[in-house]
């Protein structure tokens, strides 16, 4: 397994920079302090950003020493805190199979994809705020719901609890111009898990025409440990084939691909439910990140951005209750019994595997009733 | 005229926190250390977020000192920076006048509003690393834009650069729980005047299914000067009649109303072009925010949200170009010409006076072209 950072506490005190190797951890703020390395000051914590905002020359030189030092404390010893404080939260939509089911989903009859689907990985602004360490419980949101037939929206908590199984990407040094493609390893620190918990009864009445906000802005969940990108080397792939031309900002043929070959696992109540298979995204995060930025408009340390659901193309490797239940269609098989979307008490655990062997941090969380 | 808040500097050094009357400003930082106010730790700068944080006893102390020590500095001597540190920015879009008409533009022979609208103030995320402080230039944003009748988007500056004038609302006290209406004051701060810079060829490309995204996420301005909430208790004044039932978190029948009788001006070029009415806003800000938070969203300190284009119903009383033009059919006679979109090098300000005479903080913008 690589190396993963993150902050922990063991006590008191504020949080420090730790090292995640397979079951141990290592106090990075101390050893770095011991060693006098000329990096200390970056990682004192309480979170990352220091550290990522020093830009990959660094980052070398950390995990060449972190592979020489022993990391002593037990993981079950350590307390997770939110690893990197969080700039701008942008949420992607980049699976074609993910964005043909909810097209199909949500509005059948009409194109599963949007005219402007295959021209650009299309995104929007998510609540950075409410971006939560793994192990957080999420309350079970209240709003307005209204289904089709039903002649006024009521009020309550959400009928339509829902998971987004996503990969993210966390910037770690600023940019004031547009980064293209091939820069995309200049400014990307490392790699989360994300589960953007989704209320589809509310996300479905409030989304027209300025897109998700309250169905979405309650809790996204993030990984506590953070894979640098350099140790997701040996997973780049090839993108799936584009079936349409690309405007130059985001023609990568010419460039080594950032397509990565990752195993995504979501676990309901104990039960794995879906393995997505990231290689199958139509757009890599080097396109996300060239099109957030070709506008002009600037990252800032800890800026993360998501992948949007991973969804293949069979039955079981589908990234969200909704496309797993069919809309509520079917029932899912789980250790707690079956479900098409998600009960008070439910625990959900998203995992992920690279070929090259390296795990991603996991993400959990519990449901927790309103009010409780 | 009321006081105003805001983050300058003179010459060099971190920026202070000064407070505006007319043409002078008041280094509140020195004169808290030097009267020894039990706030000063608060105004040290570089931003208000401090004092934003400590909540309406300590706002009303502050202004009651403020309103008996002298303002010596001339405002022509001070160079202001962005006042707060902006947390998570959410931009409503609660102009009936304007969602209407632009209903009316982009989607003729459809409804003029969505069915949504009524129900909820509708609002989305956009970026808050890009909220800038009113004078700094706005750069010419490129990016995908597609006309209906053109085969394949093209790549370049957008051709329909327009503005939004709206008001946005600070939040200073954060909140774990659901801000019902009657919390709205003493949660919010104060008050600004936003120019929501908006590309409307990228925008119409990109926004279904998800929303605004590069089309508005170049830039936003802020005038560099806050006006506290209380200063405009004397222009509160009930929003319009509500032409359908409103569920019970929404419904501000029996609260004081929060509608605020401000008149904006938009001056485009040197040419007053417009003064959207303020009072003609169909949801309120205790609305916005009640509706912002009763999923379960938390606030932090620095959460700025705004109201959306304000438009009245007149011709001359319209917030952006592409109702003042409607949709680039006429033409706007301005100081430098006439116009249907911004070209490179035109100056917008926007000003707001209250029935009760106080005026907000401007908000100004030039254009560059891109590559300059």
Redesign the interface.
């Known amino acids: 397994m690589a190396e993963q950072y993150g902050a922990f506490t063991t006590g008191t005190g504020p949080p420090r920079i730790g090292v995640r190797t397979d079951d141990h951890v290592l106090d990075l703020t101390e050893a770095a302090h011991a060693q006098r390395r000329p990096y200390a000051h970056l990682v004192e914590g309480p979170t990352l950003n220091p550290l990522m905002a020093a830009g990959p020359e660094v980052w070398a030189q950390v995990r060449e020493d972190v592979g020489r030092w022993e990391p002593t404390i037990a993981l079950s010893d350590v307390t997770p805190h939110l690893p990197f404080e969080v700039?701008?939260y942008?949420d992607f939509?980049s699976s074609e199979n993910h964005a043909a089911n909810v097209g199909r989903i949500f509005r059948p009859g009409g194109d599963p994809l949007?005219p402007?689907w295959k021209?650009?990985p299309?995104?929007?602004?998510?609540?950075?705020?409410?971006v939560v360490v793994s192990g957080t419980d999420v309350?079970r949101?209240?709003?307005?719901r209204?289904a089709p037939d039903d002649p006024?929206?009521?009020?309550g908590p959400t009928r339509r609890l829902d998971i987004e199984a996503e990969v993210g990407f966390v910037v770690g040094v600023p940019a004031t111009r547009p980064v293209p493609l091939g820069d995309f390893d200049r400014h990307v620190f490392g790699v989360v898990l994300l589960n953007d918990w989704s209320?589809r009864d509310?996300q479905a009445?409030?989304?027209?025409?300025?897109?998700?906000?309250?169905?979405k802005?309650?809790?996204t969940s993030v990984s506590a440990w953070v894979t640098p990108l350099a140790a997701l080397d040996g997973a780049r792939t090839r993108p799936p084939a584009r079936t349409g031309?690309l405007?130059?900002?985001l023609d990568d043929t010419g460039t080594p691909p950032w397509g990565l070959d990752l195993t995504l696992e979501v676990e309901l109540n104990g039960t794995v439910v879906s393995r997505p298979p990231f290689a199958t995204m139509y757009w890599t995060p080097a396109q996300q990140l060239a099109?957030?930025t070709?506008?002009?408009?600037?990252?800032?340390t800890g800026?993360l951005f998501a992948s949007g659901t991973v969804s293949g193309p069979a039955k079981d490797e589908l990234g969200s209750l909704l496309e797993l239940s069919w809309g509520g269609r079917d029932e899912i098989a789980t250790g707690a019994g079956k479900r098409t979307f998600l009960e008070d008490g439910d625990e959900v655990v998203l995992r992920a595997t690279a070929t090259n062997g390296v795990r991603l941090g996991e993400v959990t969380g519990r449901i927790r009733p309103?009010g409780a």
Chains 1, 2 share one sequence.
Do not use: C, M
Request: no cysteine; aromatic share 14%; proline share 12%.
């Open positions: 700039a701008d942008v939509y949007p402007n021209h650009l299309i995104g929007y602004h998510g609540r950075a705020g409410t309350v949101p209240r709003g307005q209204k006024a929206p009521t009020f209320a509310i009445w409030e989304y027209v025409p300025l897109g998700p906000f309250l169905g802005s309650f809790a031309p405007l130059p900002y099109h957030l070709v506008n002009g408009a600037t990252l800032r800026d309103h």
